[in-house]
C-alpha cells in the first residue's frame, strides 16, 4: 500500500460511526492515513469511532459544514457509507431511501467536486443486480434492482459515472455481498438493535438476545433447500477499501466498479449449524415461506477486483466469521 509519508492529503469516511465505516476508520488508520469521519449519529454510535480520526457530527447533505471539512482537514479522498440499508423499509418507505442513499449522496458528490476531491469511494451493493439469471454475478451483468435500495444505490453509481466524466474526480462502487463478523481485535462491530443480518441475528438468538430465528424458505434449489449467500468478512471488506483507493490514486484517469465478495457461498442452515457449533447452542429455527424476490443464490465473482487490486482475503472462512461475530456480540451484552 502507499507509504504513510507519501500520503499528501486526508481521508473523509462518512458513516464512519457505522458498522462497516467504523471498520474501515480502523484500517485507514491502522495503515497510517490520517481520518476524519462525519456521522449524524442517527443510526451509529460515536464511541464506535476510534479516537485517532477527527470526529465531525453532522449530515451529508449540509454542504457548508461538508465544505468546511473538506478544507479545514485537507480531504483528497471521501469513502462514503452514510445512508440506509434496510431492504423491507427501503419498500414501505421508499422516499426515505431516495433521500437518504440518492439525494444525499448527490449533495455529498456536489460538494467533493466543489472542494477539490479527485477519489471517491462509494459503498454500494449485490442488490443493484436484483435477481440475477446465473451465478457467480459479474459487474458487467444487468443491474435491475427488485426494491428501492438496490435501485437508489445504483442511481449513485450512475451519477459517480457522469461526475466522473465531467470533472477531474475518479471512484471505486464497491457493491457489497453479505457483510458479517467484527474487527478481529474486538475495537468494533455490528451494534445496531434490531439488525436484519443473518450472522448477526443467528449470535443474538444463540446468546439469548432472540427467541428465535427465522429461516424464509426451504425450498429453494439448492443443496438444502434454503438460500445461500457470499459472506464477506467485514474487516476483509474494509481492507479492500484501502487497495480501492491506491488503486484510484496510482491511476487517476479510471474508475472501477467491483464486486465484494468470496466467490463462493453458504446456506442459511450452514450459517446456523456454524453458530451453533461455535456457541455451543442450540437456536430455535422458525420455518417461514420465502419472501418475494429472493434468489436461491447470491454469489459473488471476484475476479475483477483480484485483477484491479492486491486485496486477497485474509479471512475468508465461515467459522472464522461466526467466532468474531460471537465474540462482538459478547462485548455488547457486557456493555449493556
Same mark, same amino acid.
Given at each position: ?23 474501515? #476508520?480502523?484500517? !485507514?488508520?491502522?495503515?497510517?492515513? /490520517? ?18 480520526? @477527527? ?10 459544514? #461538508? ?19 434496510? #431492504?423491507?423499509?427501503?419498500? &414501505? =418507505? ?13 449533495? !455529498? ?8 476531491? @479527485? ?17 457467480? +454475478? ?15 444505490? !445504483?442511481?449513485?453509481?450512475?451519477? !459517480?459515472?457522469? +461526475?466522473?466524466? &465531467? ?17 478481529? /481485535? ?6 445496531? &438493535? ?8 443467528? +449470535? ?31 474487516? =476483509? ?35 446456523? =449449524? ?17 419472501? &418475494? ?10 475476479? @475483477? ?29 457486557? @456493555?449493556?
Amino acid at each position: 500500500m502507499t507509504s504513510a509519508a507519501l500520503r499528501p492529503f486526508s481521508v473523509l469516511v462518512t458513516g464512519g460511526a457505522g458498522y462497516i465505516g467504523s471498520h474501515a #476508520v480502523l484500517a !485507514l488508520l491502522d495503515a497510517g492515513w /490520517q481520518v476524519s469521519v462525519l456521522d449524524n449519529l442517527v443510526t451509529g454510535f460515536r464511541w464506535a469511532v476510534d479516537p485517532r480520526a @477527527r470526529f465531525h457530527e453532522g449530515d451529508i447533505a449540509d454542504e457548508v459544514l #461538508v465544505a468546511r471539512i473538506l478544507a479545514e482537514d485537507g480531504i483528497g479522498a471521501i469513502l462514503h457509507f452514510a445512508g440506509s440499508v434496510v #431492504v423491507p423499509e427501503s419498500v &414501505a =418507505d421508499p422516499l426515505k431511501y431516495y433521500r437518504n442513499n440518492t439525494a444525499n449522496s448527490r449533495s !455529498l458528490i456536489e460538494s467533493a467536486v466543489r472542494g477539490g476531491v @479527485r477519489h471517491f469511494i462509494f459503498s454500494s451493493t449485490a442488490a443493484t443486480y436484483g435477481t440475477p439469471d446465473s451465478i457467480p +454475478v459479474r459487474e458487467d451483468m444487468p443491474t435491475v434492482p427488485i426494491n428501492p435500495y438496490g435501485m437508489s444505490k !445504483l442511481m449513485t453509481e450512475a451519477m !459517480l459515472k457522469d +461526475v466522473a466524466a &465531467a470533472h477531474p474526480i475518479n471512484y471505486g462502487a464497491l457493491r457489497y455481498f453479505n457483510v458479517a463478523g467484527a474487527d478481529p /481485535q474486538g475495537r468494533t462491530g455490528q451494534s445496531t &438493535a434490531g439488525a436484519t443480518h443473518l450472522i448477526k441475528v443467528a +449470535v443474538e438468538a444463540a446468546l439469548g438476545r432472540r427467541p428465535e430465528v427465522a429461516i424464509f424458505g426451504t425450498d429453494f434449489e439448492t443443496p438444502d433447500g434454503t438460500g445461500v449467500r457470499d459472506y464477506i468478512h467485514v474487516s =476483509d471488506l474494509a481492507d479492500a477499501h484501502l487497495h480501492v483507493l491506491d488503486t484510484l490514486i496510482a491511476d487517476p484517469a479510471r474508475s472501477h466498479v467491483l464486486n465484494c465478495g468470496y466467490g463462493r457461498g453458504f446456506s442459511v442452515l450452514e450459517v446456523l =449449524d456454524s453458530v451453533d457449533r461455535l456457541a455451543g447452542s442450540s437456536i430455535v429455527r422458525r420455518m417461514e415461506p420465502r419472501r &418475494a424476490g429472493d434468489p436461491a443464490a447470491l454469489i459473488a465473482d471476484n475476479s @475483477r477486483i483480484l485483477a484491479t487490486t492486491p486485496w486477497r482475503p485474509r479471512l475468508a472462512d465461515l467459522d472464522t466469521i461466526v467466532a468474531h461475530a460471537l465474540a462482538w456480540e459478547r462485548t455488547l451484552a457486557a @456493555r449493556a
